[in-house]
């Protein structure tokens, strides 16, 4: 409600989205397709584990004293979400479409709640999660026919370039 926070309450969500897909979908979605292998069992595999990675960090809201079912919840729309932004990353070799999408989630979600000072219910996070599945549904079934033509996800020195 303060007009004055609005600027850094934006720069805010813009650098958690941005560090948070550098971080899970730049970093460590790259490190297990290089790890596994740039085939469907790897692609699979990089992309369910970072996404668990990514919900997990989401655990920690726990320690803030939020409820621990709205934690889970939340923890469970974030993996769903992960899988969607993990195949964005492979699909477009880069992270900023990934970013765009990522930011305009956290801005929803500030503009529904944060800005109201109010904690979304269990069912709220239900509802997200719920909401977010067939978008991960859809994400993984873009793999289904995808053959890279090269790498899924730039090079090292490609990606100094892209951050």
Same mark, same amino acid.
Request: proline share 6%; aromatic share 12%; glycine share 8%.
């Given at each position: 409600?303060?007009?004055?926070?609005?600027?850094?309450?934006?720069?805010?969500?813009?650098?958690?989205?941005?560090?948070?897909?550098?971080?899970?979908?730049?970093?460590?979605?790259?490190?297990?397709?290089?790890?596994?292998?740039?085939?469907?069992?790897?692609?699979?595999?990089?992309?369910?584990?970072?996404?668990?990675?990514?919900?997990?960090?989401?655990?920690?809201?726990?320690?803030?004293?939020?409820?621990?079912?709205?934690?889970?919840?939340?923890?469970?729309?974030?993996?769903?979400?992960?899988?969607?932004?993990?195949? =964005?990353?492979?699909? #477009? +070799?880069? &992270?900023? !479409? $990934?970013?765009?999408?990522?930011?305009?989630?956290? @801005?929803?979600?500030? =503009?529904?709640?944060? #800005? +109201?000072? &109010?904690? !979304? $219910?269990?069912?709220?996070?239900?509802?997200?999660? @719920?909401?977010?599945?067939?978008?991960?549904?859809?994400?993984?079934?873009?793999?289904?026919?995808?053959?890279?033509?090269?790498?899924?996800?730039?090079?090292?020195?490609?990606?100094?370039?892209?951050?």
């Amino acid at each position: 409600s303060d007009s004055a926070l609005t600027g850094p309450v934006i720069l805010f969500i813009l650098a958690a989205a941005f560090l948070e897909e550098v971080a899970f979908r730049g970093l460590i979605l790259h490190g297990f397709v290089r790890a596994w292998g740039n085939i469907r069992r790897g692609l699979i595999q990089s992309i369910l584990v970072s996404s668990l990675l990514f919900s997990s960090i989401h655990l920690l809201d726990f320690l803030s004293g939020r409820p621990l079912l709205d934690v889970l919840l939340q923890s469970l729309q974030a993996f769903f979400l992960g899988i969607f932004l993990a195949v =964005l990353v492979l699909r #477009s +070799k880069s &992270i900023y !479409p $990934a970013t765009f999408f990522h930011v305009i989630w956290n @801005l929803a979600g500030y =503009l529904s709640f944060g #800005s +109201k000072g &109010i904690e !979304p $219910a269990p069912s709220t996070w239900l509802l997200l999660s @719920l909401v977010m599945l067939p978008i991960a549904v859809l994400g993984m079934y873009q793999l289904r026919d995808w053959r890279p033509d090269g790498p899924s996800v730039p090079s090292t020195v490609e990606y100094r370039r892209l951050v």
